[in-house]
């Protein structure tokens, strides 16, 4: 059977593990404890908008005005987050990707966490049959290498010699959209990492398609 999509390229955090309610919350909770100690944390839920706009970066110069000393500790400390902490993987989702390779499929990923960290959590979910992407972009200081600028993407049609019709981009949040919009690839939402109504009505409007479980993207992506 021919798969509609060569290759899918993926979003990490909610996307595939869910790590922003395990993880990046609670080291935003922790940041704001050591270096805005008299600033109110904004929820669970009010992260999850900043992440989808304008950025985590935007908001944390620009709304906390955090200096570049600060934004250095506020990196330490989500660092030690995210290297001490594993986050768990959807149910399902690393069996529809093992079976859309099995179909001949490549799996890429393009996210705002780092190489090392996505290759780890990957390696984590199964240490006795282990799957790993073929290609990974993770967080580059360089916000022109970066999601939602279209040099990942494009990196990796070339690398694997695609167009953009053979690939789909899969993301839960805006920069995805953007990143999609900007290279011509298809782009699909993941709905299954969080519910907020505002995120939810955009990525229906600009997405492809928008699937509400796992078990909608394998379907999907082995079709």
Not at 37 to 51: A, H, M, Q, R, T
Not at 128 to 153: A, C, H, M, T
């Amino acid at each position: 059977m021919k798969l509609k999509y060569k290759c899918v390229i993926l979003d990490h955090d909610d996307t595939a593990v869910n790590s922003t309610a395990e993880i990046h919350y609670p080291a935003h909770l922790e940041v704001m404890r050591i270096i805005r100690p008299n600033v109110n944390p904004i929820s669970l839920d009010e992260w999850f908008l900043k992440n989808f706009h304008p950025g985590i970066m935007a908001y944390l110069t620009d709304e906390l005005k955090m200096n570049d000393q600060e934004i250095q500790m506020e990196y330490q400390i989500w660092r030690d987050f995210t290297t001490k902490r594993i986050p768990k993987f959807y149910p399902g989702f690393i069996e529809a990707l093992s079976e859309y390779r099995t179909k001949g499929g490549l799996v890429a990923v393009v996210s705002h966490s780092e190489k090392d960290i996505i290759e780890r959590d990957y390696r984590s979910y199964n240490k006795n049959n282990q799957f790993l992407p073929d290609v990974i972009f993770g967080w580059n200081y360089d916000e022109k290498r970066r999601k939602p600028s279209p040099f990942p993407v494009k990196e990796i049609l070339k690398a694997f010699n695609l167009t953009e019709s053979d690939s789909l981009i899969v993301d839960d949040l805006k920069p995805g959209v953007l990143m999609a919009q900007a290279t011509g690839v298809p782009v699909a939402a993941a709905g299954w990492g969080h519910s907020i109504q505002e995120i939810r009505e955009y990525m229906q409007k600009n997405s492809l398609i928008y699937f509400e479980k796992v078990e909608d993207f394998r379907k999907f992506i082995l079709s």
